[in-house]
Structures are given as C-alpha cells and as structure tokens.
C-alpha cells in the first residue's frame, strides 16, 4: 500500500479527471477500504480542495468549485500545455491580462522539469498563435527576467541591439513591460549609468547574480511611459463602443482582442485597447449591428471618416467598367 501522503496526491489526480467517482471503484483504484478513502477525502478537504460526497446506490466522490483556488494537481502534457497558453495570453494584447498572465507563466514554468522547459520553448517557438503577434520570447527568459524583477536582484545578459554586435550587459531589472506584441525589460544598465529599455527577444541567457539591490527612481511616470518614449511607440488608444447586439454575437466576430460586458440580452460595451484605430473600426464593422462610439473623441472622429469615404465610393458618378 502506498503512503499516505503519494495516496493523497494519487486520489487528488483521479479526481481531477472525473466528474464523478463511485467510491466503492474509487477505493479500489487506491487498494483501500472505503473507510480509509474517506479519511483520505477530508485530508483533501482540509488542505482545501472542495470534494463533495453523494450517499446511496448512485453515491460518490467529486471535485467541485470552490471559494478559493487550491494547488492544481498536473500531468506532463497539461503541464505544457498550460505553459504555453499562459504565454500565449500574456502577449494578446489584452488589457490587464499581461502582468497576470506573466505571474502565472512564471509560477508554472519555475517549478517544470527541464525537460518540460525545453518543451515548452520548442512548442511556442514552433507555433504560429493570433495572440502571440510579435517575436516568441522563450518562456525561460521571460520568466528569468520577471523573477529577478521581483527579487530586486542583478542580472546578466547577453543583447544584441539593432545593427550592433552582442554585448554582455548587467542591470538592475525594474519591471517587463509588453507594448506593440513585444516584450521590454525596463532597467538600469549598471555599465552606462543610466536607463535602457531591452526587448526580451534579443536578449540571451539571463542570469540572476545573486546581488540584491536598492531600487532607483524611474525618470518616467511609470515603466510603460518609458518604453512608450524610448521606442518611439504612440500610446494606445482605449475604445470603448454601445454594440446594439448580443454580447456572444460580438464575441464570435471580436473573439479575444475586446472586452465584453453584457448590459442586456440585446446590447453589450465593448472594450478594446490598440494603437491604430483601423482595427477597432473594422472589428466593429465586423460585428454587422448599430453601435454608438462612447470615446474618446479621436475614435469618434475616425469613424465618421471612415463612413464617409464608403458613401463617397457609393455615390461616385458612374465610370466606365475595366476591360
């Protein structure tokens, strides 16, 4: 018999891969008695994993939603597979859905075997994604970066600049900032005494130093400011838009790049963050409803624009037709 605690952990995996166990197969599966299956079930319940328990003939075990999220319990394919989606989300251009997904993705990634790691770069490095528009940083580097951020502990790395050759650099990193579907790592370069930003997919082999450090005043209102003043990058737009039309029918033709918040069954807002205005007016236009522009004023402007050019190529005198 297995000890308590890899019985637990085999328990835990068994139901994470049913809905419903009947405890009498449950308790075979684990060669124990029910008796000792129940003990097992409230070890679970007090590390907080919420299984419910049915009584009768149909009676059993399942793992049910709970108020708090517990340890998840992965295999090897889950596990990549989870890795390389968090990566996925942390560069869509989502707002709000960047620094939490790169937390996640470095929580996964910190505890997977090598083995998964080089898995998980081959997968994303391999793998053309919607989400993922700009270069594939390798999900090591990103999260390399982000925990020596975290840390407030020196880096070295190896960077290769526009029509420059490598250069080792060492930094004190202060945030990973995504902007435009790239990756910058905001920092004080130690060696030229002053701030740089450094996209992450020409940086190689970053390595903590182990030396802690004080963190400096950032010259700019904050890190995205920075990137957004040192590339040369305009500030994205926030559109926001009054859809006259159910919000899982603006999702099907916006999908992941807007925010959708029901207001009704016919009506929805919908929120989308880009530095070009084309793509918002023609994911709105996509949509095929009435909609109302809520801001800014430049988007509103856009739109009228856009609308009079199309009834200018309507109304245009008749020509003759190409041969």
């Known amino acids: ?6 019985r637990t952990l085999t328990l835990l995996s068994l139901l994470q891969t049913h809905r419903h166990w009947p405890g009498m197969e449950l308790a075979e599966r684990l060669g124990v ?4 299956l129940r003990r097992d079930v409230d070890r ?3 590390l907080g994993y919420p299984v419910s328990a049915a009584r009768g003939t149909d009676g059993g075990y399942q793992l049910a939603p709970g108020a708090v999220l517990p340890p998840l319990l992965l295999d090897d394919e889950e596990a990549v597979a989870l890795a390389v989606g968090i990566g996925d989300a942390a560069q869509s251009g989502i707002a709000g859905m960047q620094e939490a997904s790169l937390r996640a993705l470095t929580k996964v990634v910190q505890v997977l075997p090598p083995r998964l790691r080089a898995r998980v770069d081959a997968l994303r490095e391999m793998t053309l ?3 993922a528009s700009g270069p594939v940083v390798a999900a090591g580097v990103l999260t390399a970066v982000a925990q020596a951020c975290r840390d407030q502990e020196r880096l070295r790395f190896g960077y290769t600049a526009r029509r420059s050759a490598p250069t080792e650099r060492e930094v004190e990193p202060h945030r990973v900032v995504a902007l435009g579907g790239r990756w910058y790592l905001v920092a004080y370069d130690l060696a030229r005494h002053d701030w740089r930003s450094f996209r992450l997919d020409r940086l190689t082999e970053p390595a903590a130093t182990g030396t802690r450090f004080r963190p400096r005043p950032l010259p700019a209102e904050d890190a995205a400011a920075f990137v957004q003043e040192a590339s040369g990058a305009p500030a994205p737009y926030t559109v926001q838009a009054l859809v006259h039309a159910p919000a899982i029918r603006v999702r099907q033709a916006v999908g992941q790049w807007g925010t959708i918040e029901p207001l009704d069954h016919g009506t929805c807002r919908i929120t989308m963050t880009s530095i070009s205005l084309d ?3 023609q994911a709105l236009g996509n949509v095929g409803a009435e909609f109302e522009v809520l801001g800014p004023p430049e988007f509103a402007a856009h739109v009228q624009d856009w609308g009079a050019r199309f009834t200018r190529a309507t109304s245009a005198p008749d020509r003759p037709s190409l041969p």
């Open 129 to 131: 994604s919607v989400a």
């Open 1 to 6: 018999m297995a000890n308590t605690s890899s």
């Open 44 to 46: 679970l319940r007090e």
């Open 279 to 281: 793509w918002p007016t």
């Open 33 to 36: 008695s029910e008796r000792t």
